[in-house]
């Protein structure tokens, strides 16, 4: 009796240790990953790395403004493809649509969702840049709002499956077409759910480097036209990390500084608007 | 009322039809109410898939009273209820035979549509169910907002009157824009009330509203279910005997799908005409 209870408890403390270090395991490489940054490309990030071009070769100083300014808008370009097909998508699928249809929908979204990224790049390139004969913002962002599109198309399936049925009928009830209720009362009632599945999809797609290679290309100086090649931050890191010159190096570490910490505050973001929403709603 | 032409304009010319002789074989079927009949169901059957959940219902529900529903769970109350205005549909696969004529006009024929049944006849559900993103006032007045109606005097005018005979303006009249939510289950089901008559429909359907609620609140419902049939058509399910007794003109009694009997209220609970009805009324099944 005693002995079976001292068994059970070492099993017990076993399992709790073991399931620790796990939980630590998977906290260690971001803790990591940020410290190294931090150390190696704080150093770099200054003023001028918000304000200035790049430098040439050689040339001490510069920073990554049009990078910075080139990301954003892509993915402003991905939001325009990415959010309208991907929320309506993901209204089709909660709250139309035939069950066998939804479940080849769904079955294709997932594996969509599953293409490398570079898969996105390269079909992009063929169907955008190879007939315009340029590479440019419209493809780099198009090649973003691609991979958004699945992303954003099951999280607000999601959501709205979470908004009580009773919702619904109240409103049908109230002779209210079915568009208005789902546009007036599901979606308004997941929004935060809606908003964050955009987020988080923005966030996933602003640190993407492959679809950007051949479709957005880079860019050493501003776009002033978005069917000209345009600078990224993904891809400014990625040409700086590979070139010889120790003053790019640095740049490319504080580039990437910048890019991780924008992405953690849109994480933030993300956790405190899911928060009020269980509260509210659920 | 200028409000019936602000909202839409009526589906079917209400006429009052004189037909009132149910077309009944050996179904067993009602005495006659001396009100015009609101619905007449004629050999109404309903289908989810293969299951038969109501079969070949005959019956005339009159107007400006109350009709309770009764039976054991799972005999079909709620569908024959929600056959009503067309609510059953949601339930991907349903199917029906015969007619529920409202008004006059068969809602179940091609050229009906269902948004605008569901108009003229209102639904109070089981569960209190408040739009968690509205405010009490924006609760109440949803129904016409969604449907166009901009006036703003018209809507101030018409979320005072609806609260009022929802017995729920003296309790919120200073709370208006805190969220529908926030008010007690009691309370939330009268707001959900007020919400189903802001749109002035000609009937209302109540799924169970007071089965989820305490015995005072359940006696508020049930007050105000007996001012509004002055007003209003009204349909209610209930598994609450006592309630249906209470509360009710007229009580039909459904048991596995079909209508055993239905008659004034008064002759079902005290002279009842079948075995099976007053089985159930005595509690010796169900």
């Known amino acids: 009796m005693k002995n079976s209870h001292l068994w059970r408890k070492t099993k017990s403390a076993l399992a709790s240790a073991a399931s620790f270090v796990c939980a630590l395991l998977v906290i260690a490489p971001l803790a990591l990953v940020f410290l190294h940054l931090l150390r190696s490309g704080a150093s770099a990030v200054n003023w001028s790395f918000f304000t200035e071009l790049p430098k040439p070769v050689g040339v001490a100083g510069g920073g990554m403004v049009n990078a910075i300014a080139g990301s954003f808008e892509l993915l402003g370009l991905a939001a325009l493809v990415g959010v309208p097909v991907g929320v309506f998508g993901g209204v089709y699928l909660a709250e139309y649509g035939t069950v066998r249809g939804n479940w080849l929908l769904r079955f294709v979204a997932d594996v969509l969702n599953g293409v490398p990224s570079i898969i996105w790049g390269v079909v992009v390139y063929g169907l955008v840049v190879l007939r315009f004969k340029s590479f440019s913002a419209y493809a780099g962002g198009l090649a973003l709002g691609f991979i958004m599109i699945p992303l954003i198309m099951r999280t607000t399936e999601e959501v709205l499956l979470l908004v009580p049925a009773g919702y619904r009928e109240a409103s049908l009830a109230l002779g209210i077409s079915r568009w208005k209720t789902i546009v007036h009362i599901v979606m308004k009632t997941a929004i935060k759910g809606i908003v964050t599945a955009i987020l988080l999809a923005l966030a996933r797609v602003a640190g993407e480097t492959a679809p950007l290679l051949f479709t957005a290309f880079g860019n050493r100086f501003w776009n002033h036209d978005l069917s000209e090649p345009i600078a990224a931050l993904p891809l400014q890191i990625f040409s700086y990390a590979i070139s010889p010159y120790d003053d790019w190096h640095r740049q490319a570490w504080a580039g990437a500084l910048v890019l991780v910490v924008m992405i953690f505050f849109v994480n933030i973001l993300v956790r405190f608007l899911t928060r009020e929403r269980v509260a509210r709603v659920l | ?286």
């Open chain 2, 1 to 286: 009322m200028e409000s019936a032409a602000i909202i839409d304009p009526p589906m079917i010319t209400p006429v009052s039809s004189p037909q009132q002789q149910v077309a009944s074989g050996s179904e067993p079927t009602a005495a006659a109410p001396e009100r015009p009949p609101a619905f007449e169901v004629e050999r109404l059957s309903i289908f989810y898939g293969e299951k038969k959940a109501i079969e070949n219902v005959t019956l005339t529900i009159p107007s400006k009273m109350i009709t309770a529903i009764i039976g054991p769970s799972g005999c079909g109350k709620s569908t024959l209820l929600r056959s009503l205005n067309r609510m059953h549909e949601l339930v991907p696969q349903t199917r029906i035979e015969g007619k529920v004529v409202f008004a006059g006009e068969d809602i179940y024929a091609p050229h009906i549509d269902p948004v605008v049944v569901r108009r003229r006849i209102g639904m109070v559900f089981q569960k209190s169910n408040p739009f968690p993103t509205m405010s009490i006032a924006e609760n109440v007045l949803v129904g016409l907002k969604l449907n166009g109606v901009r006036d703003r005097a018209f809507l101030r005018e018409r979320l005072e009157q609806s609260l009022r005979m929802a017995a729920l303006w003296d309790e919120v009249k200073n709370d208006l824009h805190k969220p529908g939510i926030s008010l007690s289950g009691g309370q939330q089901q009268r707001l959900c009330i007020a919400r189903a008559i802001a749109v002035e429909p000609e009937v209302l359907l109540m799924d169970e509203p007071a089965s989820a609620l305490d015995p005072i609140a359940t006696a508020k419902i049930e007050e105000l279910i007996h001012e509004l049939s002055s007003n209003y058509t009204v349909v209610i399910v209930t598994h609450n005997m006592q309630q249906a007794g209470r509360c009710s003109d007229y009580t039909a009694f459904l048991y596995l799908g079909r209508l055993i009997e239905f008659a004034s209220t008064t002759k079902i609970f005290t002279n009842p005409s079948e075995r099976q009805t007053e089985d159930y009324i005595t509690g010796r099944f169900g």
